[in-house]
């Protein structure tokens, strides 16, 4: 299988500025999109941003012009820079990748989450 871990969660003021990372291991050939989502307390999980293989990326309304998504390909590693925060942005915030991958004799696709980074605002 392929595992996500993420980093650079934690707590900031208003207005400050935090950057996730990423990074994918396992059996990996290809990985497609990446990308961040996040669910705040009582509420749904939502896109935040995704960026695919060639670099095209896609933000929420909410988060543009203040969030950048990026990624390393080498690396299999996907980055948000999360820049002028809001109390609204609080959420824990979880890592996707989907991609092909070698699965015993075969290829397969897989579609992987990470397991969240706690992301906390205060006003």
């Known amino acids: 299988q392929v595992r996500l871990v993420e980093s650079g969660g934690g707590l900031v003021q208003a207005g400050g500025s935090l950057r996730l990372s990423c990074a994918a291991s396992?059996?990996?050939?290809?990985?497609?999109?990446m990308g961040w989502y996040r669910q705040a307390p009582g509420g749904q999980r939502e896109l935040v941003a995704t960026i695919t293989s060639g670099g095209i990326t896609n933000y929420a309304d909410s988060v543009k012009g203040r969030f950048t998504i990026s990624r390393d390909n080498a690396k299999n590693t996907v980055y948000l820079q999360m820049n002028s925060l809001k109390p609204e942005d609080t959420a824990v915030y979880y890592c996707?990748?989907?991609?092909?991958?070698?699965?015993?004799?075969?290829?397969?696709?897989?579609?992987?989450w990470g397991q969240g980074t706690q992301v906390t605002v205060s006003s």
């Open positions: 396992g059996r990996i050939f290809r990985i497609n999109a």
């Open positions: 996707n990748a989907d991609g092909t991958h070698y699965n015993g004799p075969y290829y397969s696709t897989f579609n992987s």
